[in-house]
């Protein structure tokens, strides 16, 4: 059952583009959470729909819709490539991108509830002594939310993990750049007698989500969610 130099590379980009992923999607993620939680503006309900969009569309879609922004013609793609010098096609960058879109709405989910959670009353009271918004923010609301915040984040990185179907339609499968464990488990299953390989790959990818989860959880609880709350 040990893993062979292929495998570890796997492992190794997985790991990279789920990082990658969570940390590039964090900021947008905490944005939109904060304006879902605290913002009162026509086309909250609108924007709160999108953001949750890839939960419910079919993920080759989104790697449909990835390819037509973001691929060598497409308007986003056209500007990373020649203003910040980024390529997304057949890239394990693009592997990254198409895993923070389908991470986004689980980590905005997280995190809007940490920041609901938040009593108002304490900021109410910092505000009266006179606290600025930003020093009661620094040192009230991001503490307090902190927990659920970190939750988000950890979230976001098993589902990067388990991402297939939108990075091998906007990245296509190519081994030590866009192969990442769920592809290389799907095309071990292409290959007659590779049920050892699927296996182990399998046991690694069931031992790391349920990891993610498990902090995922405890971070949440701690969080305070509600007594016994969940984000899931």
Sequence with gaps: ???????WEVIALSLKVSAVAVTACLPVAFGLAWLLARGRFPGRILLDALVHLPLVLPP??????????FGNNGPAGR?????MGISFMFRWTGAALAAAVMAL??????????????????????????????HIFATITLPLALPGLLAGAVLGFARSL?????????????????RTLPIAIYSALQV???????A??????VALSLAALVASEVLTRRAGHGKGGHVL
């Design 1 to 7: 059952m040990a893993l062979n130099p292929e495998e």
């Design 60 to 69: 080759v879609v989104i790697g449909w819709l990835l390819l037509l922004a």
């Design 79 to 83: 500007w990373f490539s020649e203003i």
């Design 105 to 134: 709405p689980l980590m905005v989910r997280a995190m809007r509830l940490s920041i609901e959670a938040v009593d108002h009353r304490l900021e109410q009271a910092a505000e009266t002594l006179g606290a600025s918004r930003a």
């Design 162 to 178: 388990g991402e297939f179907g939108a990075t091998i339609t906007f990245v296509s499968n190519i081994p030590g750049e866009t």
């Design 192 to 198: 007659p007698g590779s049920e050892v390989v699927v």
């Design 200 to 205: 182990r790959l399998s046991l690694i990818a």
